[in-house]
T-cell receptor, first 115, second 115 residues
Framework: NAGVTQTPKFRILKIGQSMTLQCTQD?????MYWYRQDPGMGLKLIYY???????DKGEVPNGYNVSRSTTEDFPLRLELAAPSQTSVYFC??????????????FGSGTRLTVV | AQSVTQPDIHITVSEGASLELRCNYS??????LFWYVQSPGQGLQLLLK??????LVQGIKGFEAEFKRSQSSFNLRKPSVHWSDAAEYFC?????????????FGPGTSLSVIP
């Protein structure tokens, strides 16, 4: 049981480059999320999705885009990388129903450095 | 708006000693409360959760937490710490059944365990 899989684990980008962080889950969870984690700041929600074809902004969406064409996949796109996007990115998913009620399953993260 | 504070940025305990990690939240109603653990280089793993009923909840790995409404607290405890418990611990609060974007994470407490 793979759970939530994120790729790549590490990446270095130059300012202005673009990339896609991949996230896939095999638990048939409808709800998926992207968070960024900065030291001493906890996790901040970037985008979330309640099902295929439905996405919405979280707390810090600027500079990012998402899509959800299937239940399994929820990629995060950085179009013009900036140093402020240096962070650790986590994808998470949760069961159908009340997401806060059940808690989240997290991937192992992608450490991104923008130079 | 809801918020979560974890007053201790870093805690060091001796192996075999007891542990208490503090979490305080701000929210108008009864929230959903969670504790997650993050081992180095890993994603977050759910330790336990509270949403109703008995205010003392048991989790995995021998952890427990107590919800105290009068103190707006949800402190995490373990009677005897093992070296493998060294990790980052996050308290989180969820605002309601349909508020998908309202799970707020605290800044985290880093736990070190000395032999």
């Amino acid at each position: 049981n793979a759970g939530v899989t994120q790729t790549p684990k590490f990446r270095i980008l130059k300012i202005g480059q673009s990339m896609t962080l991949q996230c896939t889950q095999d638990m048939n969870h409808n709800y998926m999320y992207w968070y960024r984690q900065d030291p001493g700041m906890g996790l901040k929600l970037i985008y979330y999705s309640v099902g295929a074809g439905i996405t919405d902004k979280g707390e810090v969406p600027n500079g990012y885009n998402v899509s959800r064409s299937t239940t399994e996949d929820f990629p995060l796109r950085l179009e013009l990388a900036a140093p402020s996007q240096t962070s650790v990115y986590f994808c998470a998913s949760s069961r159908t129903g009340a997401p806060p009620h059940y808690g989240y399953t997290f991937g192992s993260g992608t450490r991104l450095t923008v130079v | 708006a809801q918020s979560v504070t974890q007053p201790d940025i870093h805690i060091t305990v001796s192996e075999g000693a007891s542990l208490e990690l503090r979490c305080n939240y701000s929210y108008g109603a009864t929230p959903y409360l969670f504790w997650y653990v993050q081992s180095p280089g890993q994603g977050l793993q759910l330790l336990l959760k509270y949403f109703s009923g008995d205010t003392l909840v048991q989790g995995i790995k021998g952890f427990e937490a107590e919800f105290k409404r009068s103190q707006s607290s949800f402190n995490l405890r373990k009677p005897s710490v093992h070296w493998s418990d060294a990790a980052e611990y996050f308290c989180a609060v969820g605002a309601g059944k349909t508020s998908y974007d309202k799970v707020i994470f605290g800044p985290g407490t880093s736990l070190s365990v000395i032999p």
